[in-house]
């Protein structure tokens, strides 16, 4: 799993590497599955409930789950939010990382920062023993500090042979719910991802049957990391020096 993590953490990084304005989403694309196979890996989303791509590209206001495409060329102040799985020897690495485009407004320059913060933080609560809910709780917290809205609709994961295992892993804090009482153990590796938009915590699925975008059309960010719980703290797997 650290290799799965690594290889799909290298592709992040050399795709991230490629956002400019005038590059289009279906480049970065091209360039996560070459970096994949030429590790001897393959893309995991692709064909996964029918994807249609290697990798998710998305723009702006797109939540997760954007498609790329030739026709849409990244400009000046966008934002990108690059998301990418790759399956190695049977076992899958996922992340995903939000990146302006050139200079961006500083309200996007906000997002950016809670949002990966909030999952940084979300990472540093990450120990054997500690119930799940904390983890979520974290991440809506680092939120709400600077009114962000919090997407509910979509979760991290646990994460293995699938991409999608048990446990869910949401950003927003329920503690009723079975999930919420879970405590981590050693062995558990999950992925964490907190969505955070600019406006409301409202969502909402274009009809393509993918795209998902904030209903208030505000921007929208998500980071993403695949966590290992060991006996004595945590470590992140897609890392990549
Ligand atoms: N990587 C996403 C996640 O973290 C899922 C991608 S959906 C796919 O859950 F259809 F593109 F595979
Ligand atoms: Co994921």
């Known amino acids: 799993m650290r290799e799965a993590g690594r290889i799909a953490a ?3 990084h050399r795709v991230g590497e490629m956002v400019r304005p005038g590059v289009s989403t279906l480049d970065l694309d091209r360039e996560a599955e070459k970096v994949i196979r030429s590790r001897g890996a393959t893309c995991e989303f692709r064909g996964y409930h029918g994807y249609p791509a290697n990798i998710c590209t998305s723009v702006n206001e797109v939540v997760v789950h954007g498609i790329p495409s030739a026709d849409r060329i990244l400009k000046e102040g966008d934002i990108v939010g690059i998301d990418i ?14 990146f302006p485009v050139g200079e961006v407004p500083p309200e996007a320059r906000r997002l950016l920062r809670a949002t990966e913060e909030s999952l940084m933080e979300a990472i540093d609560t990450v120990s054997p023993g500690v119930h799940l809910w904390k983890v979520s709780e974290t991440v809506e917290n680092r939120a709400r500090r600077d009114r962000f809205g919090v997407v509910r609709e979509y979760a991290g ?3 293995g042979t699938r991409m999608h295992e048990e446990p869910q892993v949401p950003n927003y804090v329920d503690r009723g719910s079975r999930h ?10 999950i992925c964490i991802e907190p969505m955070l938009n ?13 795209t998902v975008v904030t ?11 695949m ?15």
Do not use: Q
Request: charged share 25%; aromatic share 8%.
């Open 10 to 12: 290298e592709a992040l």
């Open 157 to 159: 994961h646990g994460i």
């Open 85 to 98: 799985g790759a399956r190695y020897r049977g076992f899958v690495g996922d992340n995903a990382r939000t």
């Open 227 to 241: 966590v290992a719980v060991l006996a004595d703290g945590c470590e992140v797997l897609t890392t990549y020096p």
């Open 180 to 189: 919420g009482r879970l405590t981590l153990e050693p062995g558990f590796v």
């Open 198 to 210: 600019a406006g409301g915590d409202e969502v909402e699925v274009l009809d393509d049957g993918w």
């Open 215 to 225: 209903k208030d059309r505000s921007l929208s960010a998500h980071f993403e990391h």
